[in-house]
């Protein structure tokens, strides 16, 4: 076998788990700074920041539930940081004009101010990461991101249709 093609073959997941491993790394890294920046400047975690990110994309609020879906995490978990967020008056929660069985939470006033500052800080944080790497290096990333997370999405709906 030529020397060339040698080099070329890898083992069965071996590719997998070092772009895992690298996505998590990357991921890891970035987390911790941003988490760290966040609480000492606003006492917000990265987890409160998410659900304010996600009440201020939806102005009319969420039910708890699809809160849950929207931050890909456990009912439980939600439960745990909207409690926190209603003692730090940062959300409010009402009972569903449509469902009386489930609850909708909303940014308030207090809130929408914090998250708005918080994510100009978040903004300028992660330029400042991030650079060093090109535009055109981004952009291809994201690109490559977005068709892996495609894919993965696709080959996930096809094996959920065969259970």
């Known amino acids: 076998m030529p020397a060339a093609l040698k080099e070329t073959i890898v083992p ?3 590719i997998e788990t070092r772009l895992w491993l690298q996505l998590l790394s990357l991921h890891g890294d970035i987390f911790a700074s941003l ?10 975690s990265l987890a409160k920041f998410d659900v304010l990110a996600q009440l201020d994309r939806d102005r009319n609020g969420l039910a708890l539930g699809q809160l849950s879906q ?4 456990s009912g439980g978990n939600v439960s745990g940081l909207v409690q926190r967020l209603l003692a730090d008056d940062l959300i409010s929660k009402e009972m569903s004009s449509e469902d009386r069985r489930s609850f909708i ?13 918080a994510a ?20 291809t990333a994201l690109s490559v991101l977005r068709s892996l997370s495609a894919k993965i999405r696709t080959q996930s709906k096809k094996q959920s249709r065969k259970k």
């Open 12 to 14: 069965l997941g071996q």
């Open 35 to 44: 988490n760290a920046l966040l609480i000492s400047e606003f006492g917000l």
């Open 70 to 73: 929207n931050l890909k995490v």
């Open 105 to 117: 939470v909303r940014l308030t006033p207090k809130g929408e101010a914090l998250f708005r500052k």
């Open 120 to 139: 100009d800080m978040h903004k300028r944080h992660l330029s400042q990461r991030l650079e060093t790497i090109s535009a055109g290096e981004l952009d």
